[in-house]
């Protein structure tokens, strides 16, 4: 089968995250150029072909390094630019990109939400084919504060504030570092995902990553917000995937293949992965995602092939994978339509 013509959607994919590092390395060579930089070489400090990150050496690659080089305007429309046109070679159709809204030296947080979505329009112009929304992430680290200032962000940019072209954003997730708020803590932002859902946004969470972001009383939490999709899914109790079970036809599974691999995440390798597990419950919706393809190095045409080959799919059972997750977009009734036409009527299997 060819998994890069197969028209995918791609669901789970952080921005930052999705940045080559040759992209990075072009960003470095210009700052450098101009002076505005000491950071080391992205190549030297992520080298090519690396991709065995742990979450104790992920994080930080965020906080102390690729933040520290996406400080203006140019850099950011130039690494959004490389991100959106290599899910477009990928075969990606549609594409619910996810980011932090974080100030720099530079920009405003709401500053560098607008470049985000004028970049995102002025793509969209000129490849028809790929549709990209954004999706605003709360991080478990932020304070209460800081999470209402992206949930105002998201209503001020979503369809209802926003006089965009094509861009906006549609929904909110829950990430960051899982090891932060523990033991049920993560309960201060209920007021903000209510609030979301109030506002129609879609809502994602990051759920169950680590045995720590996974006690009885921060799954409970996360259910109660009534999301849309779940991202991950690996620690859950039996109670837990009894529920996720009942809420089969509201709830769509975002599953990483080698991110949760590479990472060490789940054991047993691929075939050891969950997604097989998941795959056996009758009618449960999974939607294969990237998550950092910058960092895992598999695109997501790669994670159909990973599904295929070590979950022996056959071509058919592929085809209907891409689809499950068309009714679990966030990006409305007609962006569903045109996926359908695609997938289903352009695309046999
Ligand atoms: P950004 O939000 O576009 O800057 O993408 C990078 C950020 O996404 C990181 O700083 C993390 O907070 C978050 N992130 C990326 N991958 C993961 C993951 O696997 N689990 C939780 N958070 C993640
Ligand atoms: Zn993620």
Same mark, same amino acid.
């Given at each position: 089968m060819d998994f890069i013509a197969l028209p995918k959607i791609e669901l789970h994919a952080h921005l930052t995250g999705s940045i080559s590092r040759q992209t990075l390395h072009e960003i470095w060579l210009t700052k450098k150029a101009a002076g505005q930089t000491d950071l080391e070489d992205p190549l030297a400090v992520i %080298?090519?072909?690396?991709?065995?990150?742990?979450l104790v050496a992920f994080f930080p690659l965020f906080s102390k390094y690729i933040y520290a080089l996406l400080t203006d305007e140019a850099s950011i429309r130039h690494a959004t630019t490389a991100v959106l046109q290599s899910f477009l070679q990928d075969g990606v159709v549609y594409l619910e990109l996810r980011t932090t809204p974080r100030p720099t030296p530079l920009l405003s947080a709401a500053q560098y939400v607008d470049i985000l979505l004028s970049t995102i329009s002025g793509f969209e112009e000129q490849n028809p084919r790929l549709h990209t929304r954004l999706i605003l992430s709360v991080d478990r680290r932020h304070d209460y504060e800081m999470a209402a200032s992206v949930l105002d962000l998201a209503v001020e940019t979503s369809e209802g504030g926003y006089a965009a072209r094509h861009a906006m954003v549609v929904g909110l997730d829950l990430c960051g570092? %899982?090891?932060?708020? %523990?033991?049920?803590?993560?309960?201060?932002f209920t007021p903000i995902f209510e609030k979301a859902r109030a506002a129609n946004l879609g809502i994602t969470l990051h759920f169950a990553e680590i045995q720590a972001s996974a006690s009885k009383a921060e799954l409970e939490t996360l259910l109660s917000w009534r999301p849309r999709r779940l991202g991950h899914?690996?620690?859950?109790d039996e109670e837990t995937k009894k529920e996720i079970e009942r809420r089969k036809d509201e709830l769509c599974l975002e599953l990483c293949l080698s991110c949760n691999v590479h990472a060490g995440m789940?054991?047993?390798g691929f075939e050891g992965h969950h997604f097989g597990g998941w795959r056996r419950v009758e009618g449960v919706k999974v939607s294969l995602g990237t998550d950092d393809v910058g960092i895992f190095g598999s695109p997501l045409s790669n994670e159909y092939r990973l599904a295929a080959q070590h979950f022996h799919l056959d071509n058919r059972q592929i085809c209907a994978l891409a689809r499950e997750g068309i009714d679990f977009i966030f990006g409305g009734e007609v962006e569903k339509e045109r996926l359908r036409r695609i997938m289903w009527d352009e695309h046999s299997c």
């Amino acid at each position: 089968m060819d998994f890069i013509a197969l028209p995918k959607i791609e669901l789970h994919a952080h921005l930052t995250g999705s940045i080559s590092r040759q992209t990075l390395h072009e960003i470095w060579l210009t700052k450098k150029a101009a002076g505005q930089t000491d950071l080391e070489d992205p190549l030297a400090v992520i %080298p090519e072909g690396k991709h065995d990150y742990n979450l104790v050496a992920f994080f930080p690659l965020f906080s102390k390094y690729i933040y520290a080089l996406l400080t203006d305007e140019a850099s950011i429309r130039h690494a959004t630019t490389a991100v959106l046109q290599s899910f477009l070679q990928d075969g990606v159709v549609y594409l619910e990109l996810r980011t932090t809204p974080r100030p720099t030296p530079l920009l405003s947080a709401a500053q560098y939400v607008d470049i985000l979505l004028s970049t995102i329009s002025g793509f969209e112009e000129q490849n028809p084919r790929l549709h990209t929304r954004l999706i605003l992430s709360v991080d478990r680290r932020h304070d209460y504060e800081m999470a209402a200032s992206v949930l105002d962000l998201a209503v001020e940019t979503s369809e209802g504030g926003y006089a965009a072209r094509h861009a906006m954003v549609v929904g909110l997730d829950l990430c960051g570092d %899982p090891s932060a708020r %523990p033991s049920g803590e993560i309960s201060l932002f209920t007021p903000i995902f209510e609030k979301a859902r109030a506002a129609n946004l879609g809502i994602t969470l990051h759920f169950a990553e680590i045995q720590a972001s996974a006690s009885k009383a921060e799954l409970e939490t996360l259910l109660s917000w009534r999301p849309r999709r779940l991202g991950h899914v690996i620690w859950e109790d039996e109670e837990t995937k009894k529920e996720i079970e009942r809420r089969k036809d509201e709830l769509c599974l975002e599953l990483c293949l080698s991110c949760n691999v590479h990472a060490g995440m789940v054991e047993g390798g691929f075939e050891g992965h969950h997604f097989g597990g998941w795959r056996r419950v009758e009618g449960v919706k999974v939607s294969l995602g990237t998550d950092d393809v910058g960092i895992f190095g598999s695109p997501l045409s790669n994670e159909y092939r990973l599904a295929a080959q070590h979950f022996h799919l056959d071509n058919r059972q592929i085809c209907a994978l891409a689809r499950e997750g068309i009714d679990f977009i966030f990006g409305g009734e007609v962006e569903k339509e045109r996926l359908r036409r695609i997938m289903w009527d352009e695309h046999s299997c």
